[in-house]
């Protein structure tokens, strides 16, 4: 079983930037399909972005589009999540996840079944 470990996150005022890191246990990283998702209190884990095996094909979810960037690294084993202009709505806990293989359609979290312990992402107005 792949193993995820999420650093990076913080508490930030809006308009702020920060770089989230995922490092993968697995060497083959470059075999797995891998997102970010994020959970705020009291709601359901939402998709953030998306990025396939090779980095070749990218989604991001309507809310964050322009504002993030997420980018992979296969020789490190390592996903990143580069935010700007945060938004109080972006505070919440970050969560790296991996799968075999990209969902078709939505970035639903049921298509991802190896996930990290969660980075919190704290943006104050």
């Known amino acids: 079983q792949v193993r995820l470990e999420e650093s990076g996150g913080g508490s930030v005022q809006a308009g702020g930037s920060l770089r989230l890191s995922c490092l993968v246990s697995e060497n083959s990283m470059g075999h797995f399909c891998m997102g970010w998702f994020r959970q705020a209190p009291g709601q359901e884990r939402e998709g953030v972005a998306i990025?396939?095996?090779?980095?070749?094909?990218?989604a991001y979810a309507d809310s964050v589009k322009v504002r993030f960037t997420i980018s992979r690294d296969n020789t490190k084993n390592m996903l990143s999540l580069q935010m700007n202009s945060l938004k109080p709505e972006d505070t919440g806990m970050y969560y790296c996840?991996?799968?075999?293989?990209?969902?078709?359609?939505?970035?639903?979290?049921?298509?991802?079944?190896?996930w990290g312990q969660g980075t919190q992402v704290t943006v104050s107005s």
């Open positions: 996840a991996a799968a075999l293989s990209c969902p078709k359609a939505t970035m639903t979290s049921r298509a991802f079944p190896n």
């Open positions: 990025i396939s095996p090779a980095g070749t094909q990218i």
